[in-house]
């Protein structure tokens, strides 16, 4: 009789992947050839590590956590406004910052009332095709919560404590344009995290498939 179940067993659907939003842990994204994209992203494949969310007072965003080759990693969320847009984040070192901007200028951006206004010195070979000439700072300390879950499938805790997620402050700039911003997290123990930020139409990924 098992016989017989298995033969008329209908068989087990592939996973289709249509739409960003349903990125999971191992799935597959390959990026477009456009040289509007930094080498780093052009006619690359990345695979998801990690999914993890980011919790403000309005909003929680998913972040998928990038590896592609030579161990770059990179963090993908999504920008919805009226359209949505990838945001593709690359994290840099302080030399990185050194070489970019008038450190002094830089301090601005934590101080009151938030207006710090920064202008490119010279870009790495990291920052390179991530960078513009002159941001205008957005955001100002503005408080969240990281955690380690995927906000889709996990609830988040709404207490505080060990599951409520690590606090941050949150410090933004954008070029005139729009499409590339700078991210500042700085946790509670002080440390510091510095992004470069892309912003960039969803049809720049060509390919999604499940990872195996």
Do not use: C
């Not at 087990?12 to 040289?35: A, C, H, P, W, Y």
């Not at 920008?79 to 990185?96: C, E």
């Not at 709404?158 to 700039?173: M, R």
């Amino acid at each position: 009789m098992s016989f017989f179940k298995n033969i008329f067993k209908k068989p087990t659907q592939e996973r289709k992947l249509n739409n960003v939003e349903e990125l999971t842990l191992g799935d597959i994204i390959v990026m477009s050839d456009s040289f509007g994209l930094p080498a780093a992203l052009r006619a690359q494949e990345f695979q998801v590590s990690a999914v993890n969310s980011y919790e403000f007072e309005h909003k929680t965003l998913a972040e998928w956590v990038l590896q592609g080759h030579d161990n770059l990693e990179l963090y993908l969320t999504l920008d919805v406004d009226d359209k949505t847009y990838l945001k593709f984040s690359l994290k840099i070192l302080h030399q990185d910052v050194e070489t970019l901007f008038d450190l002094d200028n830089f301090a601005e951006i934590f101080d009151e009332p938030g207006q710090a206004q920064l202008t490119r010195i010279a870009d790495s070979n990291t920052t390179s095709g991530w960078s513009s000439d002159l941001y205008q700072q957005s955001t100002y300390a503005q408080v969240g919560f990281f955690h380690r879950k995927d906000h889709r499938k996990d609830t988040l805790s709404p207490y505080e404590g060990k599951d409520s997620g690590e606090q941050f402050e949150l410090y933004t700039l954008y070029n005139e344009d729009q499409d590339k911003g700078i991210d500042i997290e700085v946790w509670q123990d002080g440390d510091t995290e510095v992004f470069l930020t892309l912003f960039k139409p969803t049809t720049d990924i060509v390919d999604m498939y499940p990872g195996s």
